[in-house]
């Protein structure tokens, strides 16, 4: 007699070549995900070769009862972890039957940019550091905090080992595997600051790629704490007080930064990006202004500043980039619920695009 488990590792590939596609798109929250699966004939190597699909958007805030139907529309395909073989998750934009992009669909536009010939030219390379807290799921306090109580104060847990300090590991590295899986360029993953919070890093990763692996790693993660019966918090500030909250922290370069002579063209790049601080602190996360105080490294939202090395800036240059004289800046303010389409584009239009 089969079990659960020997059921769900089945391997498709000993009775037949169809295989499972994960169809994953943005919910009517702009954060929320979700997904449903579709059996294909054989094995799928393009996005181009995938049918397109549709939803019930009056089921996820993204459409009206009356006219409810939402189009799928596959962009980026990933091994899947879960399912492994040649089964795949697709990340999917969301289109109107008339072929319009509906509000949450973040990537229509930044595809725009990104495409802009003076973009392309300018290859830009982003990190992103995606932090996020993992709760208890009954009491929505976060793991290794004691029920209605709290742990020692912040100093031992960032990057820390042992018990007492580090908590939710497991998942942290199933996490990491399954996205190196996947073909999700993580290029790296620790604990932080505040006990139960960890980050993973994705990058360098050229253009819209980038936000593509992020949304799909977010999906990963999400899947693994389901299964590890924990719950995945993107909140900027999940617990009050004098504890970190969650950010984005956004690193990016352009070929010519990236060349001699390009700390100039960050220096250039920086003052823009100060120029337009509001247009970007409004695109940069909800409830951010709970997490962006000044305090626990981070500048006041309402405040641009730039340094070398300051993790209370809102702009950090690294100590190689002033000594090399070329190289990449690190934005700090993007939340942990930030779009990474919406980040990563706006940067690029800003930094490239935009004329003062």
């Not at 697709?90 to 003076?118: L, Q, W």
């Not at 912040?154 to 580090?166: H, I, N």
């Not at 700390?263 to 250039?268: A, F, G, L, Q, V």
């Not at 240059?317 to 942990?336: C, H, I, L, N, Q």
Request: some cysteine; aromatic content about 10%; charged content about 25%.
């Amino acid at each position: 007699m089969s079990t659960l488990a020997d059921l769900i590792n089945l391997d498709l590939s000993d009775s037949t070549n169809q295989i499972i596609a994960e169809y994953i798109w943005i919910g009517g929250s702009g954060v929320d995900m979700r997904s449903k699966a579709r059996t294909l004939s054989g094995p799928v190597k393009d996005p181009s070769e995938l049918p397109k699909w549709n939803y019930d958007g009056s089921s996820t805030g993204q459409a009206p009862g009356d006219d409810s139907e939402v189009i799928l529309y596959p962009q980026a395909i990933f091994k899947d972890p879960f399912r492994r073989g040649n089964n795949i998750l697709v990340m999917c934009e969301a289109y109107t039957p008339a072929g319009e992009p509906i509000p949450t669909n973040k990537r229509h536009a930044a595809a725009k940019i990104f495409s802009d010939p003076s973009v392309v030219a300018e290859e830009t390379w982003y990190g992103i550091e995606q932090e996020y807290t993992l709760l208890q799921k009954d009491i929505k306090w976060p793991v290794g905090w004691p029920v209605g109580g709290f742990p020692g104060p912040q100093g031992p847990y960032y990057c820390g080992v042992g018990a007492d300090k580090a908590f939710g590991r497991d998942i942290v590295d199933s996490h990491y595997k399954a996205c190196l899986y996947a073909g999700i360029n993580v290029s790296g993953t620790n604990g932080e600051v505040m006990p139960g919070q960890w980050e993973f890093q994705v990058g360098p990763t050229v253009g819209i790629a980038a936000a593509d692996q992020v949304w799909v790693a977010r999906y990963i993660l999400e899947r693994i704490t389901e299964l590890a019966g924990v719950v995945l918090s993107l909140d900027p500030k999940p617990i009050p007080g004098d504890w970190n909250g969650a950010g984005a922290h956004t690193n990016y370069s352009t070929k010519s930064m990236r060349e001699d002579g390009g700390y100039e063209i960050i220096k250039k790049a920086i003052d823009k990006l100060g120029l337009r601080h509001k247009e970007h602190i409004a695109a940069y996360g909800e409830g951010n202004e709970r997490r962006l105080t000044g305090k626990h490294e981070t500048a006041d939202i309402n405040t641009f500043k730039w340094g070398v090395a300051n993790r209370g800036a809102s702009i950090r240059v690294g100590r190689d980039t002033e000594k090399d004289g070329k190289g990449y800046f690190e934005d700090r303010r993007p939340a942990s619920n930030m779009d990474p389409y919406t980040v990563t584009s706006m940067i690029a239009e800003s930094t490239i695009l935009w004329k003062p």
